[in-house]
């Protein structure tokens, strides 16, 4: 059998039979062949087309966790914030203008409530009157003979400037007389003078300091007690520290130049963080 090119334009070779039958035949060969050209292209077409219409995977976006899946982190707990308490509290007598601060642990005392008895005032002449005391706690010296330890501030409106600068205590010329001393302290400038009372089982020691301001005299007190106890332990307590200690206070006081004395209206203790705790 011979092979026939579909698209070829060669000649036949001439046939046997007439020319019209050969012709006719000749056209349905060539139909044939043309239509079998035709399917396998058409196959050919498809199976091209198939394979460029295959899809492609497509490369998938990786897509972020949601926010919800994941485990929040634990809040950073709170610092509680301690305030301290201040070291000091300030005082403020409005009746004679004067204020000081003082450690919060020490005791306040007033009025009728102070004992002037056990240690008296020192001007030299009566009218005096006690406006505050500030206590000491013993704790702070503990196993010693200490039994009691204050600041007191007494006025007399009764003094002249001059008389103010004396003190009752022995003076004078007298080899056992006390001799008053000048002291500058905080811009104040004051008369001092110390005065020790009692034996060796019970002694006081007080030191005085006056100021003349506002028509009046003022007296500033430190002063200490001690007390000896049958206890073989107890030690006598170092009267230096202990004045150290009142001496803080006495570094502390203002008197307003403009108030003079009058007729007790009424004082007040507010706390103040600017002073240090007395050591």
């Not at 334009?9 to 001439?14: D, E, I, V």
């Not at 004679?96 to 306040?108: A, D, H, N």
Request: glycine share 6%.
């Amino acid at each position: 059998m011979k092979n026939f090119n579909c698209f070829g334009s060669g000649k036949l070779a001439p046939f046997k039979r007439p020319v019209r039958i050969a012709a006719i035949s000749g056209l349905l060969v060539g139909t044939v062949l043309t239509i079998g050209c035709t399917s396998n292209e058409n196959k050919r077409a498809a199976s091209s087309n198939e394979t460029s219409t295959i899809p492609v995977a497509a490369s998938q976006p990786v897509m972020p966790t949601p926010a919800s899946s994941l485990t929040p982190a634990p809040a950073p707990a709170t610092k509680k914030v301690v305030k301290k308490r201040p070291a000091t509290v300030k005082y403020n007598d409005e009746t004679y203008g004067v204020s000081f601060r003082y450690p919060w642990q020490y005791s306040v005392k007033r009025g009728e409530a102070i004992d002037s008895q056990s240690i008296p005032m020192d001007f030299v002449q009566q009218g005096g009157e006690a406006a505050v005391s500030i206590d000491m706690p013993k704790s702070y010296f503990p196993e010693t003979d200490l039994a009691s330890a204050f600041f007191r501030v007494s006025v007399n409106k009764n003094l002249s400037e001059a008389e103010c600068e004396q003190f009752s205590a022995p003076q004078g010329s007298d080899k056992d007389a006390i001799q008053p001393s000048k002291l500058s302290l905080g811009g104040l400038e004051l008369q001092e003078v110390e005065d020790i009372a009692g034996d060796d089982s019970k002694q006081d020691d007080t030191k005085y300091y006056h100021l003349f301001q506002n028509g009046a005299c003022y007296e500033f007190a430190l002063g200490l007690s001690t007390e000896d106890k049958a206890d073989d332990d107890t030690m006598p307590v170092n009267r230096e520290k202990v004045f150290r200690r009142l001496e803080t206070i006495l570094a502390t006081v203002k008197v307003n130049p403009e108030a003079a004395p009058q007729v007790a209206t009424g004082s007040s203790a507010t706390p103040t963080s600017q002073e240090e705790a007395v050591k």
